[in-house]
């Protein structure tokens, strides 16, 4: 198999360092090994610029739905009622486990290109007044366009509504004040901007909304609050742990932090967006989200035109050494590219090369 770049919104293009880590066996009731999922905890909650005072991260296996199912199972309870916020897939998604669990629950949704807003939130909740959660995504990774979670926040603190946040591809690669907000429940997972290996996610929380799950979750293995309580002792997980993907994630967030942290990292993911986006754009391939509402994560492409075959665009490009993304959407013919890995200027413009070659050919 020959070695792509992959320019995909997770699992993406890790780093030797983190790859090497998983050359090692562990055992998960060693020292060692409990220390280094301490400090992972300690970690992210100091890449977030929390106190460890009021905020504390659970870490669960699985892959990043699973931590999403996890909290919201935890986090609404029975007697509750969840407001989701959808604009893309992993919010559908989020609708879907409501139905699953059998969850109150009502729904916003917009079109894919539109952030919702928060003046109809808002009379969403006053006429609605058993709402006692919002959840939405913050970057809708289906389409690459960025959730104005600022408001939402201000607007839950204000009304005294508990707010869970889908960062799974944001965090890390995007700054936010999660303590400024007053977000209630973060969730992500190992393999996106902090750039590990798929294998669990984690949910930032605030300590005592989290101690307030207690007893709530109606499934023993996704109960967010038993496996809280047992990590929090010493670091011991509970039920057998990915031990490969979380000395790579350790090592990933050393990376993370040797970058200069989510700063430094959103400015490297920027410019890489950017560069795609104009690049491709004089190639007459636009990007789907305006660019006032992209993220600096992954970017939609629509096809340039209705001969563009985009099996032979993709097996072009992965002969040339880069794996892009199929689309996400119905109603339109699109492609995505995500730029949040070991991915900088040099490979983008390698890129953009070769797709400037193919349009040409
Ligand atoms: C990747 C992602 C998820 C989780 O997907 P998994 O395949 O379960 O890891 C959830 N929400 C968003 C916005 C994502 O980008």
Known sequence: M???????????????????????????????????????RKQLLSVAHLSEED????????????????????????????????????????????NRMSLDYSVYRTDYHIIPNVNKVRKLIETDTDITHIAMVHCETTTGILN???????????????????????????????????????????NKCIQGVPGFGFVIAK?????????????????????????????????????????????????????????????????NNEILRDQLSSFGIKAYITDELQSPIITTFLFPSDRFDFDDFYKYIKERGFIIYPGKLTDEDTFRIGNIEEIYEVDIRRLCKIISTYMEG
């Not at 990043?64 to 969840?82: H, I, M, P, Y």
């Not at 990292?265 to 410019?271: D, E, G, H, L, S």
Request: contains cysteine; glycine residues 8%.
């Open 2 to 40: 020959s070695i792509c770049k992959l320019l995909t919104p997770g699992p993406l293009s890790t780093s030797d360092e983190v790859k090497n880590q998983m050359l090692v066996d562990r055992c998960t009731w060693d020292n060692d090994y409990k220390m280094i999922t301490q400090k992972i």
């Open 55 to 98: 905020y504390t991260t659970v870490l669960l296996q699985g892959s990043g739905s699973f931590a999403v199912e996890a909290t919201l199972n935890s986090a609404v309870s029975q007697d509750g009622k969840c407001l989701f916020i959808v604009n893309g897939a992993y919010g559908e998604r989020m609708v879907e486990m409501g």
């Open 148 to 190: 104005p979670i600022e408001d939402m926040a201000k607007l839950c603190n204000d009304n005294d509504i508990t707010f869970i946040v889908d960062a799974m591809s944001s965090f890390g690669g995007i700054p936010m004040d999660i303590e400024k907000m007053g977000i209630d429940f973060l969730i992500s997972s190992a």
């Open 207 to 271: 300590t005592d909304k989290l101690i307030g799950t207690q007893g709530k979750s109606s499934s023993l293995v996704m109960d967010l609050y038993d496996q809280w309580v047992v990590m929090n002792k010493d670091g011991k997980w509970r039920y057998t742990s990915p031990t490969h993907v979380v000395a790579a994630f350790s090592k990933a967030l050393d990376e993370l932090f040797e970058e200069g942290g989510v700063e430094e990292r959103y400015a490297r993911y920027c410019r």
